[in-house]
């Protein structure tokens, strides 16, 4: 998905930033925060099962989360002599303190500010926070705190909250790990049309994945292909193992790493 582009530079940024010091949840003005650590938890051990009952709903909503998700893409203003990359809001506010082209004018969190707000490129404003482990070892820790209000760009209009858990290992120095899970509970408006997105979404070990609900817990889908839902390959992951679907013309067969099948 476009929406993680940048993550290993977003991880280092992110850190460097908060490598003086540390803030503490709760004085930011943000109040209490999304169950952080219980998300990582259902890309890391999800509790739900993937069956021929729920497959369908299962990729239909997968499809619609990568939609949600690339909702929250901002490119620049016709015109803004930016980039026009699309990333999400906080990916956009860190490029602005990293040299990169961002329609965002933030000076606060240039200057190095671990809270603050910034202008939208078409009017609105966030307010930031950044809180990070303050540590200096191998594995570093931060997470970004985006409050988004009536921010526009372009069409888009976007109202909500956006966290961005970052998490660095590099412990082991030929293969350093970099995760970023984006929580996002927003609505968005997009050329006249309003949608809300309760998204959750994880890039972690060069794979961008979704959780989804459902009856017994949480699966975790990542999509490898789509056309609007109908045609496509998918790869499911449940509390029995992983699953890879390919869809065609809304029919589906699905193959276990145990070998199983399903069709629906």
């Known amino acids: 998905m476009k929406i993680v582009l940048g993550i290993v530079a977003t991880a280092a940024l992110a850190l460097a930033m908060g490598g003086c010091g540390s803030s503490s949840e709760g004085d930011d003005g943000f109040g209490s925060e999304p169950d ?31 939609s949600s998700a690339e909702g929250l893409n901002f490119g620049a203003p016709t015109g803004s002599g930016s980039s026009t990359t699309t990333k999400s809001v ?3 506010v860190l490029d602005a303190t990293s040299g990169r082209s961002s329609p965002f004018n933030c000076n606060a969190f240039t200057s190095g500010q671990q809270t603050g707000s910034c202008t939208c490129p078409g009017g609105g404003s966030i307010d930031y926070a950044l809180r990070t482990d303050g540590g200096a070892g191998a594995s570093r820790s931060a997470v970004m705190k985006i409050r988004m209000n009536a921010c526009a760009s372009a069409d888009s209009l976007i109202d909500g909250t ?3 858990d970052i998490r660095t290992d590099t412990t082991d120095q030929q293969h350093p790990v970099f995760s970023l899970l984006l929580v996002v509970d927003a609505q968005v408006t997009h050329a006249g049309v309003s949608k809300h997105i309760d998204l959750q979404s ?11 609900k459902v009856d017994d817990g949480w699966v975790v889908v990542s999509i490898k292909s789509s056309s609007n839902g109908e045609s496509g390959s998918w790869t499911i992951r449940d509390k029995n193992g992983s699953w890879t679907c390919t869809v065609d013309s809304g029919h589906g067969s699905c193959t276990s790493d145990k070998g199983e099948t399903k069709a629906f």
């Open 36 to 66: 952080l650590a219980g998300a990582h938890a259902r890309f890391d051990h999800p509790d739900g099962t993937f069956s021929s009952g729920n497959a369908a709903s299962i990729l239909d909503r997968g499809t619609e989360g990568s």
């Open 90 to 92: 906080g990916l956009h």
């Open 162 to 164: 956006e966290y961005l």
């Open 202 to 212: 994880r890039y972690s070990n060069g794979a961008a994945e979704i959780a989804v």
